[in-house]
């Protein structure tokens, strides 16, 4: 038709196709699945992936990581295990030298200085067993990992949320594998290698999986 006839005065194209970016008449504007479903769009994980509940994709932290970062908290707990150590017994092992052994009472003497760094050893180990708990609880629970952990630039994060833990689930995940080392220490090692046999993808161990936790790279 013509420009500026009756029908069309301003000379505007009928039926106008839609522009560049705007789907076409009769088309969906994203892929559908069968049933008119549409699918989960670039950039968001599938319902029962590793990363559903996140808004990208987690990347899960690797094992190499994960040990390195067990390790590097195993030497600090090491150092201060040595430092109480050898200031809580030096005191006992030098009244042990001080026994005289002409005296008449040198064998109590012996014997007083041996209960004494036993005991103070005793002492040693129960403190370094609340201060492991506090480390390990509450770190993880209020900041998402232990220092070891974040040296390493990994952290661990509710498995639905990816949320920090929170101080329940932090508990549950360190009780577990405290629980497993009571079994000469054979236990805890196979909560800890657990992880190898997680089939979701997400390699969670048993310990992870009551807590509901994962762990993931930064």
């Not at 076409?24 to 029962?48: D, E, F, K, R, S």
């Not at 232990?146 to 329940?168: M, N, S, Y």
Request: proline share 8%; with cysteine; charged share 10%.
């Amino acid at each position: 038709m013509a420009f500026g006839a009756p029908e069309n005065p301003y000379g505007q194209q009928q039926n106008p196709q839609p522009g560049y970016g705007y789907p076409q008449q009769g088309q969906p504007p994203y892929p559908q699945a069968p049933g008119g479903v549409p699918q989960q769009g670039y950039g968001y994980p599938q319902q029962g992936q590793p990363g559903y509940g996140f808004p990208v994709g987690p990347r899960v932290a690797s094992m190499g990581r994960r040990f390195g970062a067990r390790a590097i908290d195993a030497v600090a707990f090491f150092i201060i295990y040595a430092i109480l150590g050898v200031v809580g017994v030096a005191g006992s092992v030098g009244a042990a030298k001080n026994c005289d052994p002409n005296a008449a009472d040198y064998n109590t003497c012996i014997n007083n200085a041996s209960s004494d760094i036993v005991a103070k050893f005793g002492a040693v180990i129960g403190i370094l067993a609340i201060v492991g708990l506090l480390y390990e609880w509450l770190m993880t629970g209020l900041v998402g990992g232990t220092l070891g952990k974040l040296a390493v630039g990994i952290r661990v994060v509710k498995a639905d949320t990816g949320q920090k833990p929170g101080l329940g689930s932090a508990f549950i995940r360190w009780i577990i594998p405290l629980v497993g080392g009571l079994v000469c220490g054979i236990g805890q090692l196979v909560v800890y290698l657990s992880p190898f046999w997680d089939k979701s993808g997400r390699q969670q161990g048993w310990h992870d999986k009551a807590a509901s936790t994962m762990v993931i790279q930064n």
